[in-house]
Nanobody, 114 residues
Framework: QVQFVESGGGLVQPGGSLRLSCAAS????????MGWYRQAPGKQRELVAQ???????NYPDSVKGRFTISRDNPKKTVYLQMNSLKPEDTAVYYC????????WGQGTQVTVSS
């Protein structure tokens, strides 16, 4: 059964940084493209960062230059370094495969507020 456990969220002031982690229980993890998604209240879940099998990265314009996704295949872990955080980054953050599949984890809350 595929599971994801996200951690590292919290309350941070605008301009601050956070590093999220996601432990994935997936066999053959290195063969999956992985992504970080977020869902703000009243909005649809959106993909904010993805990393391919060979390490190619892709981001929407809203986070480009501020967020960095990385992966550690032996540890089956995906990271999201978030810098220069803005109030509009406030959301619950999840990781999953790209495209998404399996069960979603509980996510980790990120709140950007002064």
């Amino acid at each position: 059964q595929v599971q994801f456990v996200e951690s590292g969220g919290g309350l941070v002031q605008p301009g601050g940084s956070l590093r999220l982690s996601c432990a994935a229980s997936i066999s053959m993890f290195s063969f999956y493209e992985m992504g970080w998604y977020r869902q703000a209240p009243g909005k649809q879940r959106e993909l904010v960062a993805q990393i391919s099998l060979i390490g190619s990265l892709n981001y929407p314009d809203s986070v480009k230059g501020r967020f960095t996704i990385s992966r550690d295949n032996p540890k089956k872990t995906v990271y999201l370094q978030m810098n220069s955080l803005k109030p509009e980054d406030t959301a619950v953050y999840y990781c999953n495969t790209v495209p998404s599949g399996g069960l979603w984890g509980q996510g980790t809350q990120v709140t950007v507020s002064s």
